[in-house]
């Protein structure tokens, strides 16, 4: 039964039946062969070996792990986040108010007179003679030094040489037009006189002529004479006058050349009064750089004398404000030694231009601090706005690390903060006002966050 059953198996299960290695292949080499003539099927089917770790199983294990880790970062968050323990007693809490606010900004100035006038050398020369010291008290018009120029001293020589001998060779001119006009009229006076004689002659020795007592030739010989001292009279006459014109003319030439020559000698003049250097107003001679024997051109600043009408304080600001600062707006000094109070003063002057980064504004004090001296350093707040009230949340170093745009707001509880979003707008010297994410009463932790700005809640200790 056993050998019937084994008989009648079909060829697919024969072929499975037979051990590896008995059929014939590529590569195969010769086995024992089937006795009933057919080849083996032992070597054509293999079992491979089963790949645990697949692209498609790694692809849905890491989204697993990711959807955890974000499962996980979301309970996180709403449960406080990332925490730190820290110590109370170092940290700043500050209330957040709602207050009086006024935008201030710090600056620093330096005392200078109220008005000043430079010693500018008009003329170049030697110094040969300083007569005031620096930090003198001075008058307007005293000498303060007194300067040296040969070539300038030499066109003054000149220029009075050339002034006198124009006043010479006018008055010469003028001598001799009054010398050639007063023989002129010597010699009208003569033809005047000849004229009328010739005229009692030609009248009678007509009546003579006409009565034959004398001869024709002689009625006319007289007649000619008399008529010869009228043209000649007549032609002098003209002579003079035209005499009289050019040379009234060559006089004003002469007399508008030595005025102009009476101008360049004063010029000349002042320019040798230039040399010596003078006090242009009343004050205190604050500096003065001049040695004995040092030659310095026109132009040179030799110092400048400060008025005694008051003071002013010059300070830079940033130029981040020059749109902001304006003439008249208020100061508060702070600090000024030797004084128990603060002191007002009003922006008198701002100047456009910037230099490095700053320009510069000129301030008076309405009601100056005694023995104030020029060059002491002022320090003072500028106010930028007028007093509202706002929230305002104390100045600290939290600003430093978080920009203004975030704060850790303590619990009601007190036992921890929590970063709560904010923004912040003005500032002064003291608090910042707040715009958005805090109310009045709030409690802010308002020191530096240096070791700790990236945790979400602060757990006091």
Known sequence: MTEESTTKQSPIAQLLAQPPGSMGGAGAGPGPRDPSGRGGGEGMDRQLEKVFWTRQRIIMITGFVAFVALVGYALSTTTGGRKLNVDRERLTISTVEFAPFQEMISATGNVFPRRSVFLDAEEGGKIDEIFVLEGEIVERGQPILRLSNANLQSQVFSSETSRIEQINRLEQTRFSVETQSLRTRQDLANMDYNITRLGRDVARNEELFKKQAISEREYWQTRDEYDYQ????ALTQDQFRSDS?????QIENMENAIARMEENYLLVQARLEKLTLR???????????????????????????DMLDGVKVTAGVDEYHISRVKKGQRAITSNIPGSSKDYEMIVRRVFPEVANGRFQVDLDFIDPPENIRRGQTIRFRLEMSDPENKIVVPQGGFFQETGGNWIYVVDESGNFAVKQNIRLGRKNLQVYEVLEGLKEGDRVVTSSYGTYNTVDRLVFK
């Open 230 to 233: 009228v043209r000649r009279r």
């Open 245 to 249: 014109l050019r040379q009234t003319f």
């Open 279 to 305: 006090a242009p107003v009343d004050g205190i001679l604050s500096q003065l750089n001049a040695e004995l024997g040092e030659l310095r051109s026109s132009g040179f600043r030799f110092g400048q004398v």
